[in-house]
């Protein structure tokens, strides 16, 4: 599990910069403020699907390891899907995830 991205998602949310859930999803992608989308990994594959028919290619859609349970007791509240509203925090949380996904390939 990667605790520098639950990290940086509970200081991205204190910010304010962090919607929650599945419907504020599909808010932040239609108000075109989503800057980045992230789907923890026991999420329903039907769920994914859906959030990336209505993103598009206008977003950035990443699955991450954390369950639903730990993403949600790191931003505090309960969420499968969490979006990012802002570029700077996005591109720090796409860093985070691309170290972890090397990380595993040098295994």
Same mark, same amino acid.
């Given at each position: 599990?990667? %605790? =520098? /991205?639950l990290s940086l998602l509970g200081l991205c949310r204190r910010a304010g910069r962090l919607r929650l859930?599945? #419907? &504020?999803?599909l808010q932040a992608v239609e108000q075109r403020t989503a800057a980045l989308i992230l789907i $923890?990994?026991?999420v329903a594959a039907r769920t #994914?699907? #859906?959030v *990336?028919? =209505? $993103?598009?290619? %206008?977003v $950035? !859609? *990443?699955r991450i390891a954390p369950t639903r349970e730990q993403l949600s007791h790191a931003v505090g509240a309960p969420a499968g899907t969490v979006t990012v509203t802002d570029e700077g925090f996005a591109k &720090? $949380?796409? /860093? /985070? !995830?691309n170290q972890e996904e090397t990380t595993y390939d040098d295994d």
């Open positions: 599990m990667n %605790s =520098k /991205l859930g599945f #419907e &504020q999803t $923890a990994g026991d #994914e699907k #859906e *990336r028919f =209505k $993103a598009g290619d %206008s $950035a !859609i *990443r &720090q $949380a796409l /860093l /985070l !995830i």
